[in-house]
């Protein structure tokens, strides 16, 4: 079944807002990924926060997580239009699952210059 | 520099004829996966090598094969491709399994 579930589906700002994106997972996880994908290429990494962390930072980017609730966000501050991509969390299924990741479905955002 | 190389980028092939796609690293990573993924969804995992011990998702379609000669490579067999099985592939490794991945790429399989 489906590990992550991402929200909203697809997110359209204008550049210097800020962009949040949310993921929910079902079972216990070891850590939570986030990776950034543009139209037509691979995935990239982005930030990988383990369950016992709450928040981490990396230059706009802000991840938050909260194993009571089975959920993280991803905050994207002061949008550029080249943050335009799709973002998928991902959860490594805990150790039962023999660490492979599970995508969730992913959010697209454009940002409008 | 490119860590993970996969060729070719666009690969076109008739409905039953197989192709062989291919992934490459610079990394030295113990791990290796193979993903499918059609548009607009998220990327689905295949099977993934820990060094040489193979591991196949129970869902991966029996028409699908790896193999993984070495360190340094890895091959997507499709045996005979059907037209569902157009789709992005994409390979990524990581050092263990619970790191995260380095992406390739991709390639973009058309079936006519």
């Known amino acids: 079944s489906q590990q992550g579930e991402e929200d909203p589906q697809a997110l359209s700002i204008q550049e210097g807002e800020n962009a949040t994106m949310n993921c929910s997972y079902k079972?216990?996880?070891?850590?939570l990924q986030w990776y950034r994908q543009n139209s037509g290429r691979g995935l990239v990494h982005l930030i990988l926060i383990r369950s016992n962390e709450r928040e981490k930072h990396s230059g706009r980017l802000r991840v938050t997580l909260d194993t009571s609730k089975k959920s993280s966000s991803l905050l994207i501050t002061a949008s550029r239009a080249a943050d335009t991509a799709s973002y998928f969390c991902a959860t490594d299924g805990g150790y039962n699952q023999g660490g492979k990741l599970i995508f969730g479905q992913g959010t697209e955002l454009s940002v409008k210059p | 520099d490119a860590m993970v190389i996969q060729n070719p980028r666009y690969q076109v092939t008739q409905f039953g004829k197989p192709v062989t796609l291919s992934c490459s690293q610079t990394?030295?990573?113990?791990?290796m996966y193979w993903y499918q993924q059609k548009s607009s969804q998220a990327p689905k995992l295949l099977f993934h090598?820990?060094?040489?011990?193979?591991?196949n998702e129970a869902d991966t379609p029996d028409n699908f094969q790896s193999r993984r000669p070495n360190t340094s490579f890895c091959f997507l067999d499709i045996r005979s491709p059907g037209l569902g099985d157009a789709a992005m592939y994409l390979c990524?490794?990581?050092?263990?399994?619970?790191?995260?991945?380095?992406f390739g790429p991709g390639t973009r399989l058309t079936v006519l």
């Open positions: 990524a490794t990581s050092r263990d399994r619970r790191e995260f991945q380095f």
């Open positions: 079972t216990s996880i070891n850590n």
């Open positions: 990394l030295n990573h113990n791990v």
């Open positions: 090598y820990y060094d040489k011990d193979f591991n």
